[in-house]
């Protein structure tokens, strides 16, 4: 998975269902349409640990 910048704090992560993420802060952030599966969210999750954003 990655993490795709759109503006300073929007970006999305490509997928089936492309999710959106929007940056709140630090180690804050909205999902948008998370996927459909837990392996997915699982995989989201250490997406955004490594990124700093949870």
Known sequence: MELKKITEQV??????????????????A???????DDNTGKKVLKLLEEKGMY
């Not at 089936?16 to 180690?27: F, P, R």
């Open 11 to 28: 970006y999305y992560i490509p997928n089936h269902a492309n999710i959106g993420v929007v940056k709140l802060g630090e180690k804050s």
């Open 30 to 36: 909205i999902l948008i349409d998370t996927g459909l």
